[in-house]
């Protein structure tokens, strides 16, 4: 049997909750306004997205550092188109990693992307049952002052 996970969600008010990791961690939701919420979270399906660029973050980052690349900073941007009928699943996706460091290889930032894609992340591998996913990158050169 494999590794169980839970998280718990409490109603507030209106559409607002609050929802609870297995260790603890909160995490305010709520709809948008045009959808009679308030703003005051994210919505359940931003933090799909948010899910996403985590977990495949995490995987990037990891590799970069087992490949011994001088990394000083690392943003995945991600964005995603939803189905127009329910449930306005995610349709596409595009992932794209911001990666500042000193003489990063491109092949190895390739390599960590197709390693977190194709094996490590959960998130890509459960989204792309209905999304096709896109992944890019940029490389900058880390400052040399800082």
């Not at 045009?34 to 990891?62: F, K, N, Q, Y």
């Not at 995610?90 to 460091?101: C, R």
Request: charged fraction near 25%; proline fraction near 2%.
């Amino acid at each position: 049997m494999g590794q169980k996970k839970s998280s718990r969600v409490v109603w507030r008010e209106d559409l607002i909750f609050t929802g609870y990791s297995n260790n603890g961690h909160s995490i305010p939701l709520d709809a948008a306004r045009v959808a009679g919420g308030h703003d005051a979270g994210a919505s359940p399906m931003e933090l799909l997205l948010t899910a996403l660029g985590g977990c495949t973050g995490m995987d990037v980052i990891s590799i970069l550092r087992k490949k011994q690349q001088d990394v000083t900073g690392l943003e995945v941007q991600v964005e995603g188109v939803r189905a127009d009928e329910h449930p306005r699943v995610y349709t596409e996706i595009w992932v794209k990693f911001v990666v500042a460091g000193r003489g990063v290889d491109a092949k190895a930032v390739e390599r960590a992307i197709e390693l977190s894609r194709d094996k490590y992340c959960g998130a890509a591998a459960t989204l792309r049952h209905t999304a096709q996913i896109h992944y890019d990158y940029v490389i900058r050169e880390a400052d040399e002052a800082s």
